[in-house]
């Protein structure tokens, strides 16, 4: 199994910054994509950046030049942070990762549980 564990979400005000965080643990092998996605509700979970193995990163076109992804291989920690938020950020934020476990090489998506971030106008 691989756990993903997000915290750091909360309520701040637009224009104000947050950094939120995502450890991985488990019977971790290997590890390739990881990354954030967020949701609204009724709406589909979407992309908001990603960092591969080797460290490069994309982001969706919304988040460029305001969001910034990284991790640190030796936690096994990946870190979204959010400047110059904006109200339509508001969303439960995933972390997301691929992984092979010990017991299972092939690669499988793991998603953690979600944490609110919500922007007030």
């Known amino acids: 199994q691989v756990q993903l564990v997000e915290s750091g979400g909360g309520w701040v005000q637009a224009g104000e910054s947050l950094r939120l965080s995502c450890a991985a643990s488990?019977?971790?092998?290997?590890?390739?994509?990881m990354g954030w996605y967020r949701q609204t509700p009724g709406k589909t979970r979407d992309l908001v950046a990603l960092?591969?193995?080797?460290?490069?990163?994309s982001y969706a076109d919304s988040m460029k030049g305001r969001f910034t992804i990284s991790k640190d291989n030796a936690k096994n920690t990946v870190y979204l942070q959010m400047n110059s938020l904006k109200p339509e950020d508001t969303a439960v934020y995933y972390c997301y990762g691929v992984f092979q476990t010990a017991t299972a090489r092939n690669w499988r998506n793991y998603w953690g549980q979600g944490t609110q971030v919500t922007i007030s106008s």
């Open positions: 488990g019977s971790i092998f290997a590890v390739s994509t």
């Open positions: 960092i591969g193995s080797g460290g490069s990163t």
